[in-house]
């Protein structure tokens, strides 16, 4: 069961990270990667003690993923391109017609 669960914390790493860097649904990936980094913080705690996750910064990209998540705006992302977009009345005028 270790190696299809090592498979799937890796994809979920990836596409949170591509999602995180793009900008695209950064709320959710944010929220999803927090709590992914909260799992392996705790797994790493059981296993190795509270100095492993400390030592590698672990608490500190959870609290970071869960402060972006909570954030009102996202100035660079594509959320806020694709908000922009569909509340301003000329732009969807000009695609329209």
Do not use: Y
């Not at 909260?38 to 910064?57: D, E, R, S, V, Y």
């Not at 972006?68 to 969807?92: G, H, I, K, M, Y």
């Amino acid at each position: 069961m270790t190696a299809p669960l090592g498979i799937v914390a890796t994809i979920a790493e990836i596409l949170f990270g591509v999602l995180l860097l793009v900008g695209w649904h950064t709320r959710a990936a944010a929220l999803l990667g927090g709590l992914l980094l909260l799992t392996f913080g705790t797994a790493m705690t059981i296993a190795l003690g509270i100095k492993a996750p400390l030592n590698f910064a672990v608490l500190t990209g959870v609290g970071g993923a869960f402060v972006l998540a909570n954030c009102e705006s996202l100035p660079f992302s594509v959320d806020e391109l694709l908000s922009r977009r569909t509340a301003d009345p000329f732009a969807q005028r000009v695609h329209e017609g």
